[in-house]
């Protein structure tokens, strides 16, 4: 069964892709925050039905009151699988947050493209120096328009039970931003594999962590950060499998 949903729901995905590209067209020549709520309306809604009606699988978000009320922040997130990429920049329980992504994506035709009109932060990750930086403004340009960042610390997607280090920029845009980052913890990998084009039915967690304040050793803050979403982020996982062989 998991397969026959798999394969109806890539159909729908691309298929669904391809629509909202062309006809969600004109809301690329509106502000940022009014493009993103259009497109997280349709597109991301769209996405939302077909995970649920057809894939069996739906999102349950805990720890939301551990989000500041007031300021900008950052939302580092682990990293499993495209599931949270399809989500977290459509919430608007979150404003709509801009996510740090590969510059690749930003390319695509006609797709890539909603990228940038809903202020997205694209990176080349091979250049270093200049991708950091490129980060860090991304970063502040979106948090002065008072919306939140997410970003992947690890980098990329990280299969279930796989030990990947965290790495160093998440720090130095700490550094730089000074502004609070909240750990987020999640398990959609035991549900949307990494690169798998099998998925299966269930609920997916998200859970926000309590807030790093702003104004620690960055060094300090990427410790208390790997430990606090790796921890929880097991615990999730470990949850999710064992309510899949019951």
Same mark, same amino acid.
């Given at each position: ?23 969600l067209?004109? =809301? +690329?020549? @509106? %502000?940022?925050? &009014? ?14 039905? /077909?995970?649920?009606y ?30 949270e =990429? +399809?989500? @977290? %920049?459509?919430? &608007? ?14 390319? /695509? ?51 279930v ?34 690169n ?9 967690t ?16 990427m410790?208390?950060l ?15 499998q ?5």
């Amino acid at each position: 069964m998991n397969a026959i949903r798999s394969v109806l729901f890539n159909i729908l995905f691309f298929l669904g892709c391809g629509f909202w590209s062309i006809a969600l067209l004109w =809301t +690329l020549a @509106l %502000p940022e925050e &009014k493009c993103a709520a259009i497109v997280s309306f349709c597109y991301g809604g769209y996405i939302t039905l /077909i995970e649920k009606y057809v894939l069996g699988l739906t999102l349950e978000m805990k720890g939301l009151d551990n989000l500041p009320k007031e300021g900008g922040y950052i939302i580092a997130a682990k990293h499993q699988s495209a599931f949270e =990429t +399809l989500k @977290l %920049p459509f919430t &608007k329980s979150l404003g709509y947050p801009a996510i740090i992504l590969k510059r690749e994506l930003a390319r /695509i035709p006609v797709y890539g493209w909603y990228f940038r009109g809903m202020g997205q932060i694209p990176i080349d990750r091979g250049s270093g120096t200049e991708a950091m930086n490129s980060i860090v403004s991304g970063c502040q340009r979106t948090l002065s328009a008072g919306r939140s960042v997410i970003i992947f610390p690890q980098g990329t997607r990280v299969a279930v039970g796989v030990d990947k280090p965290y790495k160093v920029g998440i720090a130095k845009v700490y550094r730089d931003v000074k502004v609070p980052v909240v750990p987020m913890a999640l398990n959609s990998g035991v549900f949307w594999g990494r690169n798998a084009f099998f998925k299966k039915s269930g609920v997916v967690t998200f859970e926000f962590l309590p807030a790093i304040p702003a104004g620690l050793p960055p060094l300090q803050m990427m410790e208390q950060l790997e430990r606090d979403i790796e921890t929880a982020t097991n615990r999730l996982v470990a949850a999710a499998q064992s309510q899949r062989t019951t």
